[in-house]
């Protein structure tokens, strides 16, 4: 697909997005939810980034303002009310991100004394520390874009919140991250730690703590960033699962961004990032899921491995700039080759997807939200991708 009509694509899907789920006034009622949401941020940025039109700004950071008042405040059918961080109207208005902020699922959260069933699990509300970072995330690229320094405050102030409550330390001394935690963060719903959490919130703290540097904020995440460092040595980051592949792969790219404008010193771990991300590549490439009908495959996670995909070619540009390290191009270089013998499979997959017959399968429909965002962010991935 050339630019110009991957460009109209993007536009029609996130306008589409934001009549479905209520960001634009309608007749549906508003529907947030973190992931989904998140990407969606970035790519009214990237959109407004390509066409210069103040439009697309605005709906950034008017769904900025609809996920605090919705996922930062309990629920509708919870007899608790008001922000979850317990803070007045005023102040929670001012620091809406202070108690975290919850999933968006439809289901209400466990109970502690409610028994625990797995796949129950995934329907109920609550708090995920992947999503909080991808918050996060989109948060610190609103602060970038806008010049306005409270979306970066509010993303520390999301990470200082949220770390005090998922980190905990087990009976061994060993530290981990709670996989979901209640909406009050008051007790885990799911104690076992997620594969890539640390690193997300490793690269996710090191992308805020610099951009308050550059506007002076008066936070600090030293401390927090000290501890995901910890939690992530002598990890090996390699999934089967295409999501996580593209994630770290993504990771990867945002890493290479911190080395090369902050003088991170990382370059280890971005060549193990790589290491691991192979092996995911090369198992997606074998799996032969492109010969499975839309019906049996799941569409946000191949478009995760898709997104992953371009950052490998950004990668690449990236590194190749005569300004790079000649070492981290020298310790980068073969790997990274390595990675673009797998990019055609993003565009399979994108093209896969923009067929009309296959985003009529159950499995795209019972998705569609989020499938619309990763495959928006897939044909542009700038404004996620980007720091």
């Known amino acids: 697909m050339d630019q110009n009509s991957s460009k109209s694509v993007v ?8 009549h479905l789920t209520g960001l634009i006034p309608d007749s549906v009622p508003s529907r947030r939810y973190l992931w989904t949401d998140a990407f969606a941020v970035c790519n009214f940025l990237e959109l407004y ?5 103040e439009r697309f700004k605005q709906l950034a950071v008017d769904l900025v303002d609809q996920v605090h008042r919705r996922l930062g405040r309990h629920r509708d059918d919870d007899p608790r009310i008001g922000w979850i961080s317990g803070l007045d109207e005023s102040s929670g ?5 202070a108690g975290g902020l919850r999933i968006g699922k439809k289901m209400k959260e466990r109970k502690p004394s409610d028994p625990y069933d797995e796949q129950l699990e995934w329907d109920r509300d609550g708090q995920y520390f992947h999503y909080l970072t991808k918050w996060m995330h989109a948060l610190n690229r609103v602060s970038r874009v806008t010049g306005d320094s409270i979306y970066n405050r509010w993303a520390i102030e999301l990470a200082k919140a949220t770390h005090a ?12 991250i709670y996989w979901k935690m ?5 007790y885990p719903l799911e104690s076992s730690m997620g594969h890539h959490d640390p690193l997300d919130g490793f690269i996710t703290y090191l992308e805020l703590q610099a951009s308050a540097r550059q506007t002076s904020t008066d936070l600090d995440l030293g401390s927090e960033i000290l501890d995901m460092a910890d939690m992530c040595k002598g990890k090996i980051w390699s999934t089967a699962d295409p999501l996580g592949c593209g994630e770290l792969l993504s990771s990867a790219y945002k890493l290479a961004q911190l080395i090369i404008d902050e003088g991170f010193d990382e370059t280890g771990l971005l060549g193990v990032l790589l290491d691991d991300s192979l092996i995911g590549a090369r198992s997606f490439d074998r799996s032969n899921q492109s010969i499975l009908s839309a019906d049996y495959r799941l569409a946000f996670r191949e478009l995760g491995f898709s ?3 371009h950052a490998v070619e950004k990668l690449r540009r990236l590194i190749n700039q005569p300004s790079s390290n000649p070492r981290m191009k020298h310790l980068l270089h073969k790997r990274i080759e390595s990675l673009t013998d797998y990019t055609h499979l993003g565009e399979m997959i994108e093209l896969y997807w923009l067929e009309p017959v296959n985003r009529e399968s159950d499995s795209w429909v019972a998705h569609r939200d989020i499938n619309m ?3 928006a962010t897939s ?8 720091l």
């Not at 208005?93 to 991100?97: D, R």
């Not at 044909?379 to 980007?386: C, I």
Request: glycine share 10%; hydrophobic share 40%.
């Open 11 to 18: 536009r029609e899907i996130m306008i589409e997005f934001a």
């Open 49 to 53: 980034a390509q066409t210069g039109q």
């Open 93 to 97: 208005g001012m620091h809406p991100t």
């Open 165 to 176: 409550k998922f980190i905990h330390v087990t009976s061994s001394g060993e530290k981990r």
């Open 182 to 186: 209640s909406i009050d963060l008051t």
């Open 307 to 309: 997104i992953g995909l």
């Open 373 to 375: 965002v990763m495959l």
């Open 379 to 386: 044909l542009a991935p700038d404004g996620y991708l980007s």
